[in-house]
């Protein structure tokens, strides 16, 4: 019996790279699978490889159960249009991975503000629109997982002088994730006094392998060997959204950092582990 047996979970940007490879992994561990982005078939985007159609077909062929479900998580009417069919295609949602993210790499002084909105509200809001969707599930359930994806952008620089002036426009999205980080916090300590509900955020102990890394050049390829094997991403949400409520709930932590303290991989490495995670992991 799969860990997420008979459960229903939404994931967000589920058409390629962590998204994908969560989604697969939840419906092999039982859940059934709503699997949500705006690619629904291959390409249909400009830049990136991946559909939400692929996904889906992936897991059909392995035998788990799944469906697309195309979303536009920066409006509020399209996040609930996302749970009304979630729940009316496998009933009440008991697990959300809020993994969608979109940034573009602008220096600040040249961020267009429709831009930078747009981010937060993908990054940000998003997040906090559909927890607040399914939180009325997880509470009539009295179980639920909800796991963020941050990313280690949302370590600052730290106080100056600076002597690496290097711009690299990462500005507006190591803020929306340190944002991320800190709602988790706060709606972990809300719903602690409901039974069996976590909230967590994940991070990638070191930069992962995916269409959207390689094309913004953060690493070399996908199969760069400085990069982190994008199972190890899927295994450590595999692990949030599986562990009692108890033991996890608002933990803000590092894909290698969760899965060495609890056994499940041999010499975990990178941040959390090797180098300092963020102010939120630490406390």
């Known amino acids: 019996m799969g860990k997420l047996e008979g459960r229903t979970a939404v994931v967000t940007g589920a058409s390629r790279g962590i998204g994908q490879q969560i989604a697969e992994l939840f419906a092999a561990e039982g859940a059934r699978v ?3 982005a705006r690619t629904l078939n291959e390409g249909d985007h ?11 077909e992936t897991i059909r062929q392995r035998g788990g159960e799944a469906t697309a479900i195309t979303c536009d998580v920066s409006a509020e009417e ?3 249009a996302l749970i ?17 993210a979109l940034n573009y790499y602008i220096p600040t002084e040249d961020y267009p ?3 930078w909105v747009r981010s937060f509200a993908v990054n940000v809001h998003a997040p906090f629109i559909l927890s607040k969707l399914v939180l009325p599930d997880m509470k009539a359930a009295e179980r639920g997982a909800i796991v963020n994806i941050s990313s280690g952008s949302a370590i600052g620089p730290g106080r100056g002088p600076y002597a690496d002036h290097t711009v690299r426009g990462g500005v507006m999205y190591g803020a929306t994730k340190a944002a991320l980080e800190r709602f988790t916090q706060g709606l972990a300590q809300e719903v602690a006094h409901y039974v069996g509900i976590s909230v967590t955020a994940l991070s990638p102990s070191q930069v992962v392998p995916t269409p959207g890394t390689v094309y913004f ?3 070399d390829s996908m199969d760069d060997p400085k990069g982190e094997p994008v199972d190890l991403m899927a295994r450590a949400t595999l692990l949030l959204a599986s562990e009692p409520a108890a033991t996890i709930n608002g933990r803000v932590c590092y894909s290698q950092e969760i899965l060495g303290e609890y056994g499940w991989i041999d010499h975990p490495q990178g941040r959390g582990v090797t180098t300092p995670g963020s102010g939120y992991s630490q406390i």
């Open 78 to 80: 399209s996040c609930e």
């Open 217 to 219: 050049k953060l690493v």
């Open 84 to 100: 009304a069919k979630a729940r009316e295609t496998y009933g009440p949602v008991t697990l959300l991975v809020n993994n969608a």
């Open 34 to 36: 709503v699997c949500s």
């Open 46 to 56: 400009k830049m990136l490889e991946g559909s939400l159609s692929r996904t889906v």
């Open 113 to 115: 503000t429709s831009r």
